[in-house]
């Protein structure tokens, strides 16, 4: 097995390697627990609705996953050309289609039953394929509700370079009424929940 190319990924060690000709992405995990999780979300059945790389081979011993590699630019690419052309419509389009990808992530029957939430909402987890979100990364599922994780889009975009801009601003204030819509939330709420989801994104980049 060559390596090619090590990702960058501050949780784990993440190559794309080449294997019998084919290339394909190994990730070792640092955390047994953090892989068990992600190994479960892959392999079992009640998952097949969500996109996502095929898992194509596992290492138990040395906590690693080999999965199909997704030649795609990141929803975080995908959101700085939007910006840096002043495509506000297409920006909301992709923001749109994250807020889709985890409703139908929550609505799957497994997730509601255990009240899990998809948690980290980092957009370079994200890749954009012929138009479509296909997720990377699901170790960081937990306890927690829909609601969080929808908020967290908004912050998170927010913050990302360079912050709060008038254009994400402007997209971030039509996802809001999204949010509010779905979740039949008042504006008030939403502007609340942001607010605090913020706050806490600060904190954490103040401590690392």
Do not use: W
């Amino acid at each position: 097995m060559k390596e090619l190319k090590r990702f960058k990924s501050k949780k784990n060690r993440v190559y794309l390697v080449e294997y019998h000709g084919k290339e394909l992405v190994k990730k070792q995990f640092n955390n047994n627990i953090k892989y068990s999780i992600e190994k479960k979300f892959y392999i079992n059945s009640c998952f097949e609705a969500i996109s996502k790389p095929q898992l194509l081979k596992y290492d138990d011993e040395n906590t690693t996953l080999y999965l199909e590699y997704i030649n795609a630019q990141t929803l975080l690419t995908k959101l700085e050309i939007c910006e840096a052309n002043n495509k506000i419509e297409q920006a909301k389009e992709l923001l749109l289609k994250l807020c889709d990808y985890i409703i139908q992530f929550s609505n799957l029957n497994y997730i509601k039953k255990n009240y899990l939430c998809f948690n980290d909402m980092n957009f370079r987890n994200f890749l954009v394929l012929n138009n479509e979100l296909v997720a990377i990364d699901f170790e960081d599922i937990c306890q927690g509700l829909i609601v969080n994780d929808l908020i967290k889009i908004v912050a998170m975009y927010l913050m990302y370079t360079p912050q709060l801009t008038h254009f994400k601003t402007k997209v971030a204030d039509f996802i809001k009424q999204h949010i509010k819509q779905i979740l039949s939330l008042s504006q008030v709420e939403v502007d609340m929940l942001v607010k605090q989801e913020l706050e806490l994104i600060k904190v954490r980049r103040d401590g690392a």
